[in-house]
């Protein structure tokens, strides 16, 4: 059974572009969740998508944005990068909510972004 | 707004030692406690999920113990070897936002 697939898995940028990441979840997972990893603020959720339908959201700016299709494979999008977009972005896929006791996350490799 | 502390931030011990990573929590109103495995670079590995009403998840060498009323989890590591270095990463899931810990950084040396 594949795992959770992340493209690409490293980005550079510069400062002002915009740059769409992708995520295939594990087959039958519904929900997908998304996540930014920097050594200053460790892991922060960004958000997470079940069925097409955006469930949860975290602090993070209107520039991040993201959706799921109906096959559940999630984009995420970074408008207007800044510096400290700089990071490791994970995704997550799991069968059910993220706020249901059982489920158990599963993440992908992650797509490292550098913007200059 | 849940807070998730790791302690220690950093360990490093001999081959074949048994160890207790610390996680604690600010709202005992978790759905769950996750941990996590992180090599350098590369995603996170699900080890052991321990839902709140379970009291330890065991698998293998690992023992993960979960005490919602004091806000702590703990996971124990049974004679340690070179493979378990990475950094250890604990969640807890409720009806927030999934919150990390900042982790703890394992090196077990030969």
């Known amino acids: 059974k594949a795992g959770v697939t992340q493209t690409p898995r490293y980005l550079i940028k510069t400062r002002g572009q915009q740059v769409t990441l992708s995520c295939s979840p594990i087959s039958g997972h519904r929900s997908v969740s998304w996540y930014q990893q920097t050594p200053g603020q460790g892991l922060q959720f960004l958000f997470e998508?079940?069925?097409?339908?955006?469930?949860n959201k975290g602090n993070f700016p209107g520039r991040f944005s993201g959706r799921q299709f109906s096959n559940s494979r999630s984009e995420m999008n970074v408008s207007t990068l800044e510096l400290g977009d700089s990071a490791l972005y994970l995704c997550?896929?799991?069968?059910?909510?993220?706020?249901?006791?059982?489920?158990?996350?599963?993440f992908g490799a992650g797509t490292r972004l550098s913007v200059l | 707004k849940q807070e998730v502390t790791q302690i220690p931030a950093a360990l490093s011990v001999p081959e074949g030692e048994n160890l207790v990573l610390n996680c604690s929590f600010t709202d005992s109103a978790i759905y769950n406690l996750q941990w996590f495995r992180q090599d350098p670079g590369k995603g996170l590995t699900s080890l052991l999920l321990i839902q709140s009403s379970q009291r330890e998840q065991t698998s293998g060498r690992l023992n993960a113990s979960l005490d919602k009323s004091s806000g702590r989890s703990t996971l124990y590591i049974a004679a340690s070897q070179p493979g378990d270095s990475a950094t250890y990463l604990c969640s807890s899931g409720g009806s927030y936002i999934p919150t990390f810990g900042r982790g703890t950084s394992l090196i077990v040396h030969p």
């Open positions: 997550a896929s799991s069968l059910s909510y993220t706020t249901i006791a059982k489920n158990i996350q599963y």
């Open positions: 998508y079940f069925s097409e339908t955006q469930r």
